[in-house]
């Protein structure tokens, strides 16, 4: 698989969300990976959905040729992509008004912060 060169911009969770349509956007009309910060910290990244497929899509076997930092990365794929089915396919038996309490309370929390 050849490595191709992604523009990758830097953005924090508050531009994120103040300009979320745009940065969707450019994620699907440019190829551009977002990375998003939290005080400083990288926390989430929006790539183009082609590119997450790419990444998930991999041979799960592995190959004898592969580095030691090749067969970390690759469990660690195969460890999110589990998680990921495992989330998507047990849905949290929540109410939607208890969904809702618990963002509000998730929201004050953060913005009561100093």
């Known amino acids: ?6 523009v990758v911009k ?11 349509g745009e940065i969707l956007k450019a994620a699907y009309l440019h190829a551009e990976h977002l990375i998003i910060e939290r005080d400083g910290v990288p926390v989430a990244a929006i790539v ?9 899509a991999l041979d799960e076997t592995g190959s004898a040729e592969a580095t030691g930092e090749d067969q970390r990365r690759r469990q660690a794929r195969l460890s999110l992509a589990e998680f990921l089915k495992q989330v998507h396919s047990q849905p949290p038996d929540v109410s939607e008004d208890e969904a809702e309490a ?6 004050q929390a953060t913005r009561s912060r100093p």
């Open 1 to 6: 698989m050849a490595t191709a060169k992604h």
């Open 10 to 20: 830097i953005v924090s969770a508050t531009e994120a969300k103040n300009r979320f």
């Open 48 to 56: 183009p959905i082609a590119d997450y497929q790419e990444t998930f």
């Open 102 to 107: 618990d963002i509000a309370e998730a929201i």
